[in-house]
Every structure is written in structure tokens, then in C-alpha cells.
Nanobody, 125 residues
Framework: QVQLVESGGGVVQAGGSLRLSCTASGGTFSRHDMVWVRQAQEKARGLLAVIRRSGSSTYYADSGKGRFTLSRDNAKNTVSLQMNSLKPEDTAVYYC??????????????????WGQGTQVPVSS
């Protein structure tokens, strides 16, 4: 079973950048697709981006395209989300999650088996 811990959240001004990291332990990281999801207050969780277990391909939802970049380092058991040109509407709790040994990319948050506790990102205007 994989344990995930997010870090890097914090208050940022609109237009600024932030890099979130997620560190995994307790499992074979390189056999898990990884996803970043966010949840704003009183809204449903929304998927931002997925990276395949090998790191060979990524998928971005519209909300993450152009400003967010997802990467992973399997040697360090980490996945990172670089967020640029942040907007107040990006304010949310950001979660990473893992899906074991999947055949294809899933863009459904319910498909992901293991979740971190989340990190808050307030973007001030």
C-alpha cells in the first residue's frame, strides 16, 4: 500500500508560481500512475493532470493546460506539479493520488486508489 504526502502549498499572489511535490512510500512507485486533483471550497474534486507510471506520457485537463506542468522522478518516488501564472480561482486544496498497474490513463478521480492528505494553495488577488 502506498502512502502519499504532499508538500509545497502556501499562500501565493496572483500571477505567481508554486511547485507542489508528492512523495510516496510503502509501495513500488514506478508501477503507479499519478494524478493531481484539486478541490475548491464547496466544489467537487477536479482532475488537473495525470502522468503515466513510466513518466512517458501526461494528460492535462483543461483547467491545467498551459499553466501547469506535471513531472515525476521514479528514483526519488516523487511527482511534482509546477504551477505558473496562478489565479485566485486556482485557490483549492491540492491532492495527489496513485493508481496501481493501470493499463491505460484514467481521468476519473474515483479510479485512483491511494490519496494524500492534501495541501492548501490560497491565491491572493
Amino acid at each position: 500500500q502506498v502512502q502519499l504526502v504532499e508538500s509545497g502549498g502556501g499562500v501565493v499572489q496572483a500571477g505567481g508560481s508554486l511547485r507542489l511535490s508528492c512523495t510516496a512510500s510503502g509501495g513500488t512507485f514506478s508501477r503507479h500512475d499519478m494524478v493531481w486533483v484539486r478541490q475548491a471550497q464547496e466544489k467537487a474534486r477536479g482532475l488537473l493532470a495525470v502522468i503515466r507510471r513510466s513518466g512517458s506520457s501526461t494528460y492535462y485537463a483543461d483547467s491545467g493546460k498551459g499553466r501547469f506542468t506535471l513531472s515525476r522522478d521514479n528514483a526519488k518516488n516523487t511527482v511534482s506539479l509546477q504551477m505558473n501564472s496562478l489565479k485566485p480561482e486556482d485557490t483549492a486544496v491540492y491532492y495527489c493520488a496513485a493508481r496501481y498497474n493501470s493499463i491505460g490513463v484514467s481521468t476519473t478521480t474515483r479510479a485512483y486508489d491511494y490519496w494524500g492528505q492534501g495541501t492548501q494553495v490560497p491565491v491572493s488577488s
